[in-house]
Nanobody, 124 residues
Framework: NEDLMESGGGLVQPGGALTLSCVAS????????LAWFRQARGQEREFVSY?????YYIEAVRGRFVISKDNDKKMLFLQMNSLKPEDTAVYFC????????????????????WGQGTQVTVSS
């Protein structure tokens, strides 16, 4: 997928940190919303965080994760601190395209572009 590509996943011990990166094509980077989702094994994909001016986080990661952007490099980041085993999942970068979601937080169907995902495993 040349529109979005994640990197930075891996194996980390509980309490550790990882930073995920997502590089976007120029067109996709101009989307209304850029966001991170995750999907744990056997579970549905869930929204984690988005940035549109200000940042929004789900309760489970608020205070531990930080989303940021680099406009020059067309990149989205997710700094993950104090990781827990329940954070184990495949993490996806997503973009809405030009249209903006009608509800906040946005749902999966609001996002037109998806990366291939990067595995994050939190285990001792």
């Amino acid at each position: 997928n040349e529109d979005l590509m994640e990197s930075g996943g891996g194996l980390v011990q509980p309490g550790g940190a990882l930073t995920l990166s997502c590089v976007a094509s120029e067109l996709v980077y101009e989307s209304c919303l850029l966001a991170w989702f995750r999907q744990a094994r056997g579970q549905e994909r869930e929204f984690v965080s988005y940035m549109h001016g200000s940042a929004y986080y789900i309760e489970a990661v608020r205070g531990r994760f930080v989303i940021s952007k680099d406009n020059d490099k067309k990149m989205l980041f997710l700094q993950m601190n104090s990781l827990k085993p329940e954070d184990t999942a495949v993490y996806f970068c997503a973009a809405t395209g030009a249209g903006c979601p009608s509800t906040i937080p946005p749902g999966e169907s609001d996002f037109r572009y998806w990366g291939q995902g990067t595995q994050v495993t939190v285990s001792s």
